[in-house]
């Protein structure tokens, strides 16, 4: 599914979009690259979009888990469980996004 212009999300940021009813953060890290993990942190329904962005990982603004981009795993606490991975393609300058989570070995 078209989510936006990749133009649209600034190196660093995050942006929050719902797809098929599932709230996913895509995130452009500091090296332009563009990731999509579920939007809410696992501690607590705080929307990681609101965050801050360092290197590969969304850092939920509440309470400070981190999680990688990647893998959707948190690389701290307080989270112990990680958010859903989402593929993401870009297409023509366009940002498109699987909303079927990906299975993260």
Known sequence: MKICAESDIEPGSAVRVVVDGTPIAVVRDSTGTVHAIGDTCTHGDISLAEGFVEDDT????????????????????????????????????????????????
Do not use: N, Q
């Not at 990688?68 to 996004?97: E, M, N, R, W």
């Open 58 to 105: 969304l850092e939920c603004w509440a309470h400070g888990s981190r999680f990688s981009l990647v893998t959707g795993k948190p690389i701290t606490l307080p989270a112990y469980d990680a958010v859903p991975v989402f593929a993401v393609s870009i297409v023509d300058g366009d940002v498109f996004i699987d909303p079927t989570p990906v299975v993260i070995p």
